[in-house]
């Protein structure tokens, strides 16, 4: 059968009575158990349903042609709108592939009808792939969203006196979050006017050599603004680890504890410690 013809034959099926459009809505919403509501699955395959209708009458199967231009667009949109949602690829699929199931061939099927019909479904195939793909996409900058968010609440910049800010790492110091930390250190030393930095990594599991250079980093970055650091929460076995790689600070201050970081800053910069500081 040629292309044309089957695309003219594909129409006729798809239109030769209303029911196939509320039969594929029906389908795709059981398969969805209610998580989304009729009336916007309605809307989606409505729009879906007529897209198809359009680039089939332009006489092609190809669904990278032109024709198709909106009927991908519309896959997308309905891709993101699943991964945002939380359903699963194969409830985002399922979208597309209840569509070819309404039209599945019966034994009053004519040969042309069968014929017509595995078009159609090589076409949905392609069409259901195309959709898990936009699906995976989303579901990436998702993830990717998210933990740029996480970096984000677990690296806080603290204010802990008039000039004084800090910033207490809890977990794994790798390349990424170093470049938040510095964002946020040097964005906070300029929004504050701070002239002193404690970075404080008494929630840092383990100080190697790698973590140990982030740090570096992070102070001269501090530097490069003005602003002195002090590393709080050497604890001996992070000491001793360092020691043992041969990790040197240089004349970067590191002290025990947060609370002997800040009266050190203090003491530094001429400011007077509060009642008992002193002890």
Do not use: N
Request: hydrophobic letters at 45%; proline letters at 3%.
């Amino acid at each position: 059968m040629a292309v044309e013809r089957a695309s003219e034959r594909l129409v006729e099926l798809l239109t030769r009575d209303g029911a196939v459009q509320e039969q594929w809505v029906a389908a795709v919403a059981a398969s969805l158990g209610g998580r989304i509501s009729r009336a916007e699955l309605e809307r989606e395959l409505s729009d879906l349903y007529q897209a198809l209708l359009q680039a089939l009458g332009k006489g092609g199967l190809d669904w990278q042609d032109e024709a198709y231009s909106e009927v991908r667009a519309l896959l997308v949109e309905l891709s993101r709108s699943r991964a945002r949602h939380g359903f699963t690829p194969t409830e985002t699929a399922v979208s597309v592939f209840a569509g070819k199931d309404v039209l599945e061939p019966t034994a009053d099927s004519t040969a042309e009808d069968i014929t017509a019909y595995l078009q159609l479904a090589r076409l949905f195939d392609a069409l259901g792939l195309f959709t898990i793909e936009a699906y995976a996409r989303t579901r990436e900058e998702i993830i990717s969203a998210q933990a740029e968010q996480l970096l984000e609440l677990s690296t806080p910049v603290v204010k802990l006196w008039e000039g004084v800010v800090a910033v207490p790492l809890v977990g794994t110091l790798d390349s990424a979050r170093t470049q938040v930390v510095m964002e946020k250190l040097l964005q906070s030393l300029v929004d504050s006017e701070s002239e002193h930095a404690i970075i404080d990594i008494t929630g840092v599991p383990a100080v190697d050599t790698e973590v140990a250079q982030h740090l570096l980093k992070t102070v001269v970055a501090a530097r490069l603004m003005g602003a002195e650091c002090t590393i709080s929460g050497i604890r001996p076995q992070i000491a001793q680890t360092l020691v043992a790689l041969g990790v040197q600070f240089g004349d970067i201050v590191t002290k025990a504890t947060l609370a002997d970081a800040l009266r050190h800053v203090l003491q530094h910069s001429g400011t007077a410690l509060p009642s008992g500081g002193d002890r």
